[in-house]
């Protein structure tokens, strides 16, 4: 595909005052000498990758490949959700045991990882490269790289990378812009969590660039008949607590396999219930594992999650308990008298 070189639109630069523009070029200048100096990169985002982690990874490999002349790779652990099948760059990411596990990198770039056991098993992969960019929009504590561009009032990391790209002058292509549109579309569920304009300001430069909605949303599109009836029957079989205020669905081991992603869709129709202020889908991933995702309309909700070791955004966040599904549902139920 031909490359494009992007010009500012007035609304980007407007979002950015002009000290964190300065702030973010240099930075920048110093990650494009790493670049050319590196050999080898990887690229590596959260376990089992969402939208925004997928396609940041994709879009920033790309970059490097359009600037620097040098292809990363891009690995993972976990699964990659069925949804995310048709964007761009999706064949070439790499599970990590396929990786030759003698290979090092001179430099590793985390994406949307929150912390350092989120990445999984490409952590190993990431402590041993010489040098670590991170680019994400989480709290973090702990923040393993030496290079950051972290920003928690971000809407996703493709936002971040976005800002990076316009920032630095990199060319660009349109399978880069839809992936950067996928990660900021997806990890704003469709825009209904957004917290201010700079994310909408900057998908209408995506889309003055080309970008089309209606043709993001068609390759979103892609799931599995299986699929569709799993997250039905969970949904059906939710329950309700507190005047219906807390809507609860639960996915056995039996039916996890089925489940694409984080379970979005049962997220969203649950919320769609009239009266429901939170939402919490329990997944069994092992005996013993359960995942924990929560939503919530107006509230905070992430320092529940916090409770179990997760984290993540007020109003969208998540966990991994290692319990039963039914201690972990009573646990759950108990937390919410005091919300």
Known sequence: MNTTDVSPHSSFWKTLPCNKVKQMKQKL??????IRNAHSI???GHKNP???????????????????GKIPVCVYDGNIPDYLDRVPGRDSVRYYEKLDPAQ???????V??????????ALDIVRAADTIVEIDHHKNANPLGQICFDDDAAAAAGQIIYR????????????????LGVAMLTDTGHFK?????????DMADLVDGGVSLRDLTDRLNNKTRSTILTESRVASRAEFFYHDRLALAMVPMRDYKYLDGRGDVILNLLGQIKNVEYVVLLKQQKENQIGISLRSRTHPINHIAEIFGGGGHLYAAGAVAHDTLENVRARIIELFKDV
């Open 112 to 121: 949307d990882y929150g912390d350092g056991a989120h990445l999984g098993g």
């Open 193 to 201: 969590f957004v917290r201010d304009g700079a994310v909408l300001r």
């Open 50 to 68: 969402d939208g925004d982690s997928l396609c940041s990874m994709l879009a920033m490999a790309r970059l490097i490949e359009l600037n620097f």
């Open 164 to 179: 990076m790209m316009r920032a630095a002058g990199w060319r660009t292509d349109m399978d880069t812009l839809d992936l």
């Open 42 to 44: 990887v690229i590596a």
């Open 29 to 34: 200048e110093i990650l494009a000498e790493k």
């Open 104 to 110: 090092t990198f001179d430099m590793a770039i985390i």
